[in-house]
């Protein structure tokens, strides 16, 4: 036996390392507010998921505080054996009265809500239909079915009906999965659209709304946004962007509450959350409920930066949310941006192939309520040198 059986570790690390696709995270020196300590530097923040800037709200920081002193620092317990608290429940319950869904369950994270969900949905004899431009956790969730797959060009209704149309025979169950807001171009799912062709069809349908929630909607979400509330079967979100905790939802029927929590393993076999990630996730849904301002201030901020960027003839792609993206086409100029504005005291991210296709890098660009327009004239004044100095405007 000659095999060195660890060998690989460093040998594909040192490979990304050689092409520059190793990930090298950044670390914050205290709160993720929309301007922070990074490494030693105070920088404007432009690629949190901190949409609302709630992870630093008074009264979210007061309820996990006190249910940290309350009930202990962790549940003790998976959820189905001792690990449901009073508290667990009031999320879910307040969950679902603002989304206008039935029911809803809560999850240990978003990932873990597809990951365990979508699996349990579709299976042997059944098929997935996805938006060629799903999230990972989906694509994840659809690789652990045993579920034929079909796949649609992005947000291409046509196309979707093509394969609904020729699913309809063949299988027991059919569903569409589609992101809600897609995390890379900040576009929206045509929802409507989808839900009228899958009701033709008799498929289910199941959007992730991770960039929706607390943003589309007046904060309640995809449904919401277009007035088909608890009309979608399946309302995944997430708590750890615009909610500003951590944490994974499923909303819609009873009967999927029912369903999900007997067979979703990621819910089953895994701790719930601490109490005081209960507490936040609840106070949470009830700012977002009594205080619309930081909504609106999202909003604001968004279509200000986009306006100002397309004037100085930035390309913002598709955006039609806080998702703005700056498009450098190659590579090599997404980075270059990153690394200017970062000396500028910007912190955004570049995102390069293979999160995106090789000739549609671009910076990301996530716009947050807390951002003062100083906050956002600064960065546009450094995207105008920077931008400038690499002759991309
Ligand atoms: C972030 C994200 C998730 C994962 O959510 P977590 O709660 O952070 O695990 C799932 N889907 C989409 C589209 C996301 O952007």
Redesign the pocket.
């Known amino acids: 036996m000659t095999r060195n059986p660890t060998a690989f570790l460093k040998d594909t690390y040192n490979e990304l390392v050689d092409n520059n696709w190793d990930w090298r995270p950044k670390t914050l020196e205290g709160p993720s507010t929309p301007r922070c300590m990074v490494e030693g530097k105070e920088v404007i923040m432009f690629c949190s998921?901190n949409y609302l800037n709630l992870s630093n709200h008074p009264r979210l920081i007061k309820a996990a505080q006190d249910a940290a002193g309350k009930y202990g620092a962790g549940s003790g317990s998976v959820r189905p054996i001792a690990g449901t608290m009073d508290i667990h429940l009031e999320v879910e319950k307040a969950v679902a009265e603002f989304k206008g869904t039935e029911d809803c369950l809560i999850y240990q994270?978003?990932?873990?809500?597809?990951a365990g969900l979508v699996p349990q949905l579709v299976g042997k004899g059944d098929i997935v239909i996805s938006d060629a431009l799903?999230?990972?956790?989906?694509i994840d969730g659809v690789r652990l079915t045993k579920a034929d797959r079909g796949i649609y060009a992005h947000k291409d209704m046509g196309e979707l009906e093509k394969v609904l149309k020729d699913a309809d025979p063949k299988y027991n169950r059919i569903m569409v999965v589609s992101?809600?807001?897609?995390?890379m171009d900040g576009d929206v799912a045509p929802m409507p659209e989808i839900l009228k062709l899958a009701q033709e069809y008799g498929a289910m349908t199941y959007v992730?709304?991770?960039?929706g929630e607390g943003v589309l909607g007046k904060g309640a979400g995809i449904g919401k946004h277009f007035g088909i509330e608890g009309k979608i079967d399946v309302e995944?979100g997430?708590?750890?962007?615009a909610f500003g905790v951590?944490?994974?939802l499923a909303a819609g029927s009873t009967d999927l509450r029912n369903f999900a929590l007997n067979k979703s393993r990621t819910w089953l076999l895994s701790g719930s959350h601490p109490p005081a990630v209960a507490a936040a996730q609840l106070e949470a849904v009830r700012v977002l409920q009594e205080e619309p301002e930081h909504n609106r201030r999202l909003w604001e901020n968004t279509e200000y930066f986009i306006k100002e960027m397309g004037s100085m003839g930035f390309d913002t792609g598709f955006t039609e949310t806080p998702i703005v993206p700056a498009m450098t086409g190659p590579s090599d100029l997404a980075v270059k941006l990153s690394e200017g504005l970062w000396n500028e005291g910007i912190y955004a991210l570049p995102i390069v192939f293979p999160m995106v296709a090789r000739d549609a890098a671009r910076i990301r660009n996530m716009m947050n309520a807390g951002h003062t327009r100083e906050d956002l004239d600064e960065a546009i004044a450094a995207y105008e040198k920077v931008g400038k100095h690499l002759g991309i405007i």
């Open positions: 998921n994270t978003g990932f873990a809500t597809n799903n999230h990972g956790s989906i992101d809600g807001v897609f995390s992730d709304d991770a960039h995944m997430t708590f750890s962007k951590v944490g994974g």
